[in-house]
């Protein structure tokens, strides 16, 4: 490995750290943020690791109350630990000049975390024990958290995960920028226009009082999951960017799109994508056997819904990103949104046509 950028170590060395930067090197693929890795010499045999981000203020327009829900996260936690299982939460460092776990520099909003160790994350699932560890991960999270009150969180992110307020921002999208002739987008504008009624579902049951609000991780992809390295469990979830308010259905249905589609979110053929009935059915089993006292059976009964909605609505977000010229996600190529929304509207189209089988495996669960 090369000399690490001298901006960056600038930048990581603002924080308390054990010692001197020795590597820094991009890590994961995240669609929002920007991630290194970074290795600190603190004069033992084995290097010090940390996670270095600059959160993408476009984003999150408030950082730091992103970090103030993340302080508040990390507080209960260690007042409430998750007694007789390994669980991390990542450790917030501090900027050595204001105490603060944050650094402003150059306009630019940077934070340091400690790293999990012999941890790892996977992109796909390759056994049906991950999908089993990964569930119990999330179920675990939600444990953690279902006791952090409410008011100590900011809304860090206004209408995320409210389907209706992306169904506006496609309309608003739309009206700047019309589907012209191209087969993709004439085929995703006609696979919402059908779901139109779709978008507003958790949040009517909400309205109605069936479903309540209780803080939630808002991004529980699988790649979010830490697995120990030695045994496969759930150890840790990262990216706690999103941790807020909200209805606890959207992380149950977004860890389902993310870990039952093997295909992955960056699938290249559509017709590859297809909602694993067994991989559901594993998940299910281990988010329930960590969580299954904080739901209701009326939470039980809008698990289906949650798988899809969520699925439809992250198509949806990437349509009106790629409609808006890729402002929000992080693109590589062109069409790429185009692409993801496509991955997206298929998998939504999946699990439509096994909702029988995704019924009865709830059922079997209850
Ligand atoms: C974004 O940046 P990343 O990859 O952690 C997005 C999620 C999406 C995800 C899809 C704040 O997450 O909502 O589900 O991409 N995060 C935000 O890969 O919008
Ligand atoms: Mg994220």
């Known amino acids: 490995m090369g000399t690490p950028e001298p901006e960056l170590v600038a930048v990581a060395e603002a924080f308390a750290l054990p010692g001197p930067v020795t590597t820094i090197a991009p890590l994961g693929n995240g669609n929002v943020n920007d991630t ?50 390994r669980w991390e939460v990542p450790r917030l460092i501090a900027n050595r000049h204001t105490g603060r776990p944050w650094l402003w520099a150059e306009g630019q909003f940077w934070r340091l975390q400690s790293f999990i160790e012999e941890a790892m994350t996977v992109e796909a699932i390759t056994d049906r024990e991950q999908a089993r560890q990964v569930g119990r991960g999330l179920g675990l999270f939600h444990l953690l958290i279902s006791d952090l009150p409410p008011e100590q969180l900011a809304d860090t992110l206004p209408g995320f995960h409210v389907t209706p307020t992306y169904l506006a ?20 504008a006609a696979f919402v226009e059908k779901r139109r009624e779709l978008a507003p579902v958790l949040e009517d049951a909400n309205k109605a009082g069936l479903l309540q609000l209780r803080p939630i991780h ?27 308010p909200g209805l606890v259905h959207y992380d149950i249905g977004d860890c389902l799109r993310s ?15 297809k909602f694993d009935l067994d991989l559901c059915e594993t998940l299910l089993e281990g988010y329930l056997d960590a969580a299954r006292t904080s739901l209701s059976d009326t939470d039980l009964d809008y698990i289906y819904v949650s798988a899809k909605l969520i699925s439809f609505e992250l198509g949806l977000r990437f349509l009106s990103d ?37 019924q009865q495996i709830v059922a079997k669960l209850r």
């Open 259 to 273: 870990a039952c589609n093997p295909a992955g979110e960056e699938a290249c053929e559509p017709d590859s994508v």
């Open 218 to 244: 808002g991004d529980p992809k699988i790649n979010n999951v830490m697995l120990c390295a030695h045994t496969g469990t759930a150890v840790s979830m990262v990216d706690l960017d999103t941790v807020k």
């Open 169 to 188: 921002a496609y309309d608003q999208a739309l009206l700047c920028s019309p589907i012209g002739h191209d087969d993709r987008e004439q085929w995703c």
């Open 36 to 85: 290194y890795l970074l290795e600190v010499h603190s004069g033992g045999a084995t290097a010090r690791r940390y996670v270095l981000q600059r959160l993408n203020t476009r984003v999150f327009p408030q950082p730091e109350l992103v970090m103030q829900n993340m302080e508040a996260l990390s507080e209960h936690a260690e007042q409430h630990p998750l007694i007789g299982q």
């Open 322 to 358: 790629h409609l808006a010229g890729n402002v929000y996600f992080r693109t590589t190529h062109s069409n790429h949104n185009l692409d993801r929304a496509l991955v997206q509207f298929r998998l939504t189209e999946s699990i439509e046509a096994q909702e029988e089988q995704i």
